[in-house]
Every structure is written in structure tokens, then in C-alpha cells.
């Protein structure tokens, strides 16, 4: 009776986790309130902001948010395919988007995910480490 009790626990624990929400994995963020769950969900202290970032190279204005510290612009787009279009303007190193050059204060890092373009410029791991685990590998930049 007690290898029943036993085994009936193990089976209830393997179920309650198996049934507990995950963090989005890459490829699941589509739009700017997923990306701001899987931040949260890794763990990450996301700080949101009413402020706007405008980049000339781009048809939408970003809006600025900060994880651990780190500020992101996150620009979101009315569909899919108009984001993929702008992304593709990004050259690899992310030194030009389009006919724009552009010089950074610190290493570009772009991501393309569902409807967004995330913009991180600086070099911090961690951020770097949480981004990549949210948002998957790079688009363009360092």
C-alpha cells in the first residue's frame, strides 16, 4: 500500500509540473505584451516607460522599456510581413539600416519576433543571455 501512496504522490508532483505555465520559449513572442511576459517570466525586473524612441530608419516609433537596466527600444508593427520588410534593411553588422549609417555609441543588437523589432545597443551579458533566451539568436549587429 505504501509503493501505491508513493507512486500516486510522484504522479500528482510529474502532473501539478507538467501542467504549470512555462516561460515563452524563442519563436513565441509575437508582440510587444509577450515579449513583456517572457521578460518577467525569465526572471527579468522590466521597467516600462511612456517614452517614445524614434529611428529614422524605421516606419514606427519604439518604445523604450528597460530590463535590469538595460534599455531596449521595441518597435512594434501592424503585421508581420511589414516587420520582416524593415528587418531585411538591417545589414548584418548593423552598421546600416536602408540607406541610413548609422554610428553607435556601443554594439547594435537587433531581433526580429512576430510584429517587433528589438533594438538593444550595448554589451552587457546578462541582458544579452536574457534577450537571446526570450527572443532566440539575433537578427543583425555584434
Given at each position: 500500500?505504501?509503493?501505491f501512496?508513493?507512486l ?9 509540473i507538467?501542467c ?19 521578460l ?18 524605421f ?40 540607406t ?7 554594439t547594435?543588437?537587433?531581433w ?23 527572443l ?7
Open positions: 500500500m505504501n509503493r501512496l508513493v500516486l504522490a510522484f504522479s500528482l508532483a510529474a502532473l501539478v507538467g504549470a505555465p512555462q516561460p515563452p520559449s524563442p519563436g513565441q513572442v509575437e508582440d510587444f505584451d509577450s515579449l513583456a511576459a517572457a518577467e517570466a525569465r526572471g527579468a525586473t522590466v521597467l516600462f516607460t511612456e517614452l517614445e524612441v524614434q529611428q529614422p530608419f516606419s514606427v516609433s519604439g518604445r523604450l522599456i528597460s530590463i535590469n537596466g538595460a534599455n531596449l527600444q521595441v518597435f512594434e508593427y501592424g503585421d508581420e510581413s511589414t516587420a520582416r520588410a524593415e528587418a531585411a534593411q538591417i545589414s548584418p553588422g548593423g552598421s546600416t539600416v536602408g541610413t549609417m548609422i554610428t553607435w555609441v556601443d547594435p543588437h537587433f526580429l519576433a512576430g510584429k517587433l523589432i528589438v533594438l538593444y545597443v550595448g554589451d552587457d551579458s546578462a541582458a544579452l543571455a536574457t534577450l537571446e533566451a526570450v532566440g539568436t539575433q537578427t543583425a549587429g555584434g
